[in-house]
């Protein structure tokens, strides 16, 4: 009866927070067509978000940031909605891009919104058309970009932690600079993978200690780097690992897992 007696409550709320994110989406999207220069784009971006997520009731909070290295750095976080980008945007400044898988990159108006900010789409699928992709986000971090990734690639309907591409732990050994882990709370149920409404609620984000690039060469640098930094996220977020055998691609409900045990392929 009480979940009854709130369902209207819910819908009403539900319907303000898709029309708010519209509302502010839009005004995000053309902001970054007029604005010049991608710092201003990715400011306008960064004010839009806070205003959502004040507008819909989900305080954000931010922990740890003194950790963000003054000059360049490669962010890492675990990954568990659609608002995980959103967050990001609101918390870091205008010198981070993002790396997005390149699906994101089709999808009316967010496609358009993502490229006006300086987002590097990858490639998951195509291995030739990802292995180029890789090589852009390389040129552009050893230009000195900062770069944020959600090394998982995807999120599922299961809390817990799937398995880390190499991809941002390849480009920071290479690039030299640290990798900072970073651990997000709350966006699963602000917004469930499950397809619920929206909902409001508290949103946390903390900035672990740096990662340095240790002096080992090639894959044995990135691999350090992935298992480090996944095991800091790991620890720090407090959900089951997910990595269920030597390929955790494998859906995570298929079997029960808490390994401890990074993944290694």
Request: hydrophobic share 45%; net charge positive.
């Amino acid at each position: 009866m009480r979940t009854l007696a709130w369902a209207p409550v819910r819908a009403v709320y539900a319907l303000y927070a898709v029309i708010t994110f519209l509302v502010l989406g839009l005004t995000a999207l053309a902001a970054t067509l007029i604005l010049p220069g991608v710092y201003r784009r990715r400011g306008a971006a960064r004010a839009i978000s806070r205003a959502f997520l004040w507008a819909a009731g989900m305080p954000l909070t931010v922990r740890g940031m003194e950790r963000l290295a003054p000059g360049q750095c490669i962010v890492v976080s675990n990954h568990a909605s659609y608002l995980d980008g959103l967050v990001f945007t609101a918390a870091l400044p205008a010198r981070f891009g993002f790396v997005i898988k390149r699906e994101m990159s089709a999808v009316p108006l967010a496609g358009l919104f993502l490229r006006r900010i300086g987002s590097e789409f990858v490639e998951r699928f195509d291995r030739n058309r990802g292995a180029a992709d890789a090589r852009r986000v390389l040129r552009s971090a050893a230009s000195g970009h900062s770069l944020v990734f959600f090394p998982e690639g995807t999120f599922t309907r299961t809390p817990g932690l799937l398995k880390f591409h190499t991809g941002a732990f390849v480009t920071a050994a290479r690039a030299g600079c640290p990798v900072i882990p970073a651990v997000v709370r709350g966006t699963r149920t602000a917004l469930s993978p499950t397809g619920r409404v929206p909902r409001p609620g508290r949103i946390e984000i903390d900035f672990l200690p740096p990662i340095q690039a240790q002096t080992q060469a090639g894959e044995a640098a990135s691999a350090t780097l992935r298992d480090r930094a996944r095991q800091a996220i790991l620890l720090a977020l407090g959900e089951p690992d997910l990595t269920c055998s030597g390929d955790s691609a494998r859906p995570p409900h298929t079997a029960p897992a808490r390994s401890a045990r990074a993944s290694r392929s």
